[in-house]
């Protein structure tokens, strides 16, 4: 779906933004390099300090991995280092306001993004990632479903299930309350959640990971732009690298319909 713009040379630039202990940049890079884009490493240091600025991106990803050790609270800690930074909040806060940017926070990303919710519209009802019901990391191969929101990143893909790795110790979605649970329920922007073998949503140890209620494992905000999810789609973008495929699969794997995606919108 991307190839006509990629064809003709135009290559929108993202930021592959990583903090101290992120480990998950390479693969990001190159989903985003071969869906047609421009990957430019970007260090939260090279933010705060003003050598590079957000306005000069069409997109950024907050991408997953060991931030701060993976400490307790990283993703949050990430989130305040841009909170509490006045240059690095009105970057932040003027990148998520222009209305032709994207963005996509994966594992430790998406915990970080769902601290910034303050910042991005439409976000105001994110839950926060704690830490996962079972009391360790987990990685593992899980199955997850795609359902019918505005998410830029997951457009075309309502309904489809396929296998996709985690790797977290905090994956959790905790909302302040019931009442507020249903209303992310009820908004349209879940977007992601985790199914077990039969394709029904699931809460149940395994097939969730982390105990998420309603199995929840990503959501977007309310126009799509910028979405957040547990799982890593940037590791198994290629077929060969997922741990089982359909004999019909060829170079790619499901998840890289995610990023072709960002690149059409990008037109």
């Avoid at 000069?56 to 400490?71: I, K, Q, T």
């Avoid at 963005?103 to 998406?110: H, K, L, Y």
């Avoid at 979605?173 to 959640?193: I, P």
């Avoid at 799509?224 to 290629?238: A, L, S, W």
């Amino acid at each position: 779906i991307a190839a006509p713009f990629i064809r003709r040379g135009q290559h929108p630039r993202i930021a592959i933004l990583r903090e101290q202990g992120v480990n998950g940049q390479m693969e990001m890079a190159a989903a985003f390099h071969r869906s047609g884009f421009e990957a430019v490493d970007v260090h939260m240091s090279d933010i705060i300090s003003g050598r590079v600025l957000l306005e000069n991106f069409n997109a950024l990803v907050a991408c997953g991995g060991f931030s701060y050790g993976d400490v307790l609270g990283a993703g949050e800690g990430w989130a305040k280092s841009i909170l509490f930074n006045a240059q690095a909040r009105q970057q932040f806060t003027q990148f998520f306001a222009r209305e032709s940017t994207l963005a996509f926070g994966i594992c430790n990303g998406c915990q970080m993004m769902s601290n910034l919710h303050e910042l991005i519209p439409g976000a105001a009802h994110w839950p926060h990632f704690v830490r996962n019901k079972s009391e360790q990391f987990e990685g593992r191969t899980v199955l997850v479903q795609v359902n019918d929101t505005p998410s830029v990143f997951l457009a075309g893909m309502k309904g489809s299930r396929f296998p996709v790795p985690v790797a977290h110790g905090e994956g959790l979605a905790e909302f302040a309350d019931m009442q507020a649970q249903q209303a992310a329920l009820a908004s349209g922007t879940v977007a992601l959640q985790f199914v077990d073998n039969y394709g029904r949503v699931t809460e149940q140890y395994p097939a969730n990971p982390n105990g998420a209620p309603a199995g929840i494992a990503g959501l977007c905000n309310t126009d799509g732009r910028f979405t957040i999810m547990m799982p890593h789609p940037e590791r198994v973008f290629r077929a060969v690298t997922n741990a089982w495929k359909a004999d019909n699969w060829r170079e790619d794997g499901p998840t890289m319909r995610m990023f072709r995606n960002a690149r059409l919108w990008l037109n």
